[in-house]
């Protein structure tokens, strides 16, 4: 009466007498599954351990920063900033860990509803403004009016398009261009990303949106990602039933990065609000 779960490998063989037959192995890996499971609790558990004491010291440092704003010389305020930017990465890397655990273990939500998402797109825009200054690159947005509404959770997809635009500055060099476009295509809205940066390397491609995947060579430019960021949009865009994927010429030639969410069709959005009035 016991669930074990099973690999099952089924190879042909000719026998001696010319007859075809089988071997059929059945492999109990309930154990391999235990394993991954004890991996997740591990990892999510030491995430959230880690989160409450870095709450502390990013609390503490921005806290540092600004109460000494005007005392402290050049290489003060440097050093300064430099804790609080790397304690912002490693709250990110917590977050990145939790949530990869979340859709592993099948329990990271969505809560899709009808949106329209050029208030979200804007935000994004606005949250990467500063950083993109600082590289002298421009961001140019192309938003036409009348966007259609689609059912999805502006939060999530808040999170994935920042994620791309956050690459797209990071792996584009000083004075570069960034263009983030909205439109509407054979029943989708495709919102895409185009950079003039880096580009992505062919063999690279099939990889781009699996979990911990970094193009080799990013390390030792100097780039501070974890390779989770690509892995997770694609978990979100697939939850909303869509389609994330990438376009680029190869090396040096920049990269697009598009996803396209279906358009909320008119019983979607009178479902919705008639289950509200419901409730
Ligand atoms: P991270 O940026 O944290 O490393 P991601 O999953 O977001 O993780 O991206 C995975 C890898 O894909 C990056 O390390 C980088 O090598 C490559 N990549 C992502 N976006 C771009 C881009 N716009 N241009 C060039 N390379 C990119």
Same mark, same amino acid.
């Given at each position: 009466? $016991?669930?074990?779960?099973?690999?099952?490998? !089924?190879?042909? /063989?000719?026998?001696?007498?010319?007859?075809?037959? &089988?071997i059929i192995t059945f492999h109990d890996i309930s154990r391999e599954q235990e394993l991954e499971e004890m991996k997740l609790d591990f990892v999510s558990m030491?995430?959230?351990?880690?989160?409450t004491p870095l709450t502390a010291i990013r609390g503490y440092a921005s806290l540092l920063q600004m109460q000494n704003a005007k005392a402290l010389d050049a290489p003060g305020k440097e050093l300064i900033k430099r804790l609080v930017v790397s304690s912002e990465n490693l709250g990110n890397l917590i977050e990145n860990l939790l949530s990869v655990s979340r859709i592993e273990r099948s329990i990271f939500s969505v809560d899709a509803r009808p949106v329209d998402l050029v208030t979200t797109v804007r935000g994004v825009i606005d949250n990467v403004r500063q950083q993109a200054y600082t590289k002298k690159q421009t961001i140019t947005l192309l938003l036409p009016d009348g966007l259609p509404v689609v059912m999805a959770d502006a939060f999530r997809?808040?999170?994935?398009?920042?994620?791309?635009?956050?690459?797209?500055?990071? *792996? =584009?060099? $000083?004075?570069?261009? !960034?263009?983030?476009?909205?439109?509407?295509?054979?029943?989708?809205?495709?919102?895409?990303? =185009?950079?003039?940066?880096?580009?992505? @390397?062919k063999e690279a491609m099939p990889k781009l949106f699996t979990k911990f995947f970094r193009v080799s060579g990013v390390l030792e430019q100097g780039s501070k990602g974890t390779g989770l960021g690509l892995y997770i949009s694609k978990s979100i865009i697939e939850m909303h039933k869509g389609k994330i994927w990438v376009?680029? $010429?190869?090396?040096?030639?920049?990269?697009?990065?598009? &996803?396209?969410? @279906?358009?909320?069709? @008119?019983?979607? !959005?009178?479902? *919705?609000?008639?289950?509200? /009035?419901?409730?």
């Open positions: 009466g $016991e669930r074990a779960a099973v690999a099952l490998t !089924i190879s042909t /063989v000719l026998f001696e007498d010319q007859k075809n037959g &089988f030491a995430a959230h351990e880690l989160r997809i808040g999170q994935v398009l920042l994620n791309l635009v956050a690459n797209a500055v990071n *792996y =584009t060099q $000083e004075g570069g261009s !960034i263009t983030v476009k909205a439109e509407e295509k054979e029943g989708f809205l495709h919102i895409s990303v =185009t950079d003039t940066g880096r580009g992505i @390397p376009e680029s $010429e190869g090396v040096g030639k920049g990269s697009t990065f598009i &996803f396209a969410l @279906p358009i909320a069709k @008119p019983e979607e !959005i009178a479902a *919705y609000q008639k289950a509200r /009035v419901d409730l």
